[in-house]
């Protein structure tokens, strides 16, 4: 009997569903939710919404792709945290009561860790131990990963995500929501020197990105007020070089981690690996620091039930299983 799973995710603002068979993810269904884009931000309720109407079609649609039937599953799992109550709500009843209708067990995975076992999908797999920086619009943590269910942060930032300061720079030049894959268009054809903002340094292998934010405000406020068209006309420099600073940043932490565990395999996960800066420098690191560099496909970097299902094959054969009745948890840790 194959191990087939169904998987959901509905954290934030992609209604997702995975089908993995037997440890090979088969699919990964996305239905993106661009309601949220004239908001400038995710706005929760709507994000519930959306989820109800997309949810149905988005799990038929990874069912049939798989070639298996409901009767097929042998569990159910779901995005149990962190991310939005009402978002998390709806694919955790949904996933609940099916696998309650079906009789099989329900695996509450944490968004997080799934980001991390994202790298399990395809090949190369790392080995254990390895660092990963998982870097999205909730979260900047760096993790040492000792097994697929034993994992420990050992930095993480003390006040934004490095994916909700690309956000909010994005929005200071005007720009639409997600700001974070704008920035890193534009940059593309700028001058990451152009322009220097003040790196905050916090104790041993934490971040702090609140300020970097506020010094991006108030430098444009002022260049603004002698030049109305200067963001226009210096677009791809800024973005060039905020996000060359935040990829310092992002940097110096990491190489300290490495240095201090004597672990040279890198991995890097969440929305923000999709920055085709920060993949870069990393490669570049292969041959300055040795290190053994992992980045996920495009498709496995923001949010995606590919990795849940992953997650959830690895917690199906420890028997990792929840309750029926088991609540989703908006602020679950590591
Ligand atoms: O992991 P994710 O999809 O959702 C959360 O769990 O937060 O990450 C979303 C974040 C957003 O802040 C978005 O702007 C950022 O990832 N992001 C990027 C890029 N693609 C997505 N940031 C910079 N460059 C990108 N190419
Ligand atoms: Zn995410």
Redesign the pocket.
């Known amino acids: 009997m194959s191990i087939n799973i169904l998987a959901i995710e509905s954290?934030?603002?992609?209604t997702s569903a995975s089908v993995i068979i037997d440890g090979v993810v088969k699919n990964n269904i996305i239905a993106t939710q661009s309601i949220h884009e004239k908001y400038g931000g995710v706005v929760p309720e709507l994000a519930s919404r959306a989820h109800q109407q997309h949810i149905v079609p988005v799990v038929n649609e990874a069912i049939a792709d798989a070639n298996i039937t409901k009767s097929d599953l042998s569990a159910i799992a779901f995005t149990q945290g962190?991310?939005l109550l009402g978002a998390l709500l709806v694919g955790a009843s949904f996933a609940k009561s099916m696998a309650m209708a079906l009789g099989i067990p329900v695996i509450g995975v944490n968004?997080?860790k799934a980001?991390i076992l994202a790298h399990f999908i395809d090949d190369p797999k790392p080995q254990f131990p390895f660092l990963c920086l998982t870097?999205?619009?909730?979260?900047t943590q760096i993790v040492r990963v000792d097994a697929p269910l034993k994992m420990e942060v050992i930095g993480a930032t003390r006040d934004d995500?490095?994916?909700?300061a690309?956000?909010k720079c994005?929005k200071i030049m005007g720009l639409p929501?997600?700001?974070?894959?704008l920035?890193?268009?534009y940059a593309k054809d700028g001058d990451p020197h152009k322009f220097t903002f003040p790196q905050t340094d916090m104790p041993g292998l934490d971040y702090s990105f609140s300020g970097i934010k506020t010094a991006f405000l108030y430098f444009l406020r002022d260049q603004v007020k002698s030049n109305p068209a200067f963001i226009e006309e210096e677009k791809n420099h800024l973005s060039a070089s905020i996000?060359k600073t935040l990829i310092d940043m992002l940097m110096a932490k990491l190489k300290r981690a490495s240095r201090e565990t004597g672990i040279q395999r890198i991995a890097i996960a969440?929305?923000?690996?999709?920055?085709?800066?920060?993949r870069s420098r990393l490669e570049e690191m292969k041959d300055q620091f040795n290190w053994e560099v992992f980045i996920p496909a495009f498709q496995y970097?923001?949010?995606?039930a590919g990795m849940i299902a992953m997650t959830a094959h690895f917690q199906y054969l420890e028997k990792d299983f929840c309750s029926y009745y088991a609540v989703p948890k908006p602020r679950m840790q590591i």
């Open positions: 954290s934030c603002d992609e962190p991310g968004h997080m980001h870097v999205s619009g909730g979260h995500a490095v994916g909700e690309f956000d994005a929501y997600p700001g974070g894959p920035i890193d268009r996000q969440g929305g923000v690996s999709a920055n085709s800066g920060l970097c923001t949010d995606n």
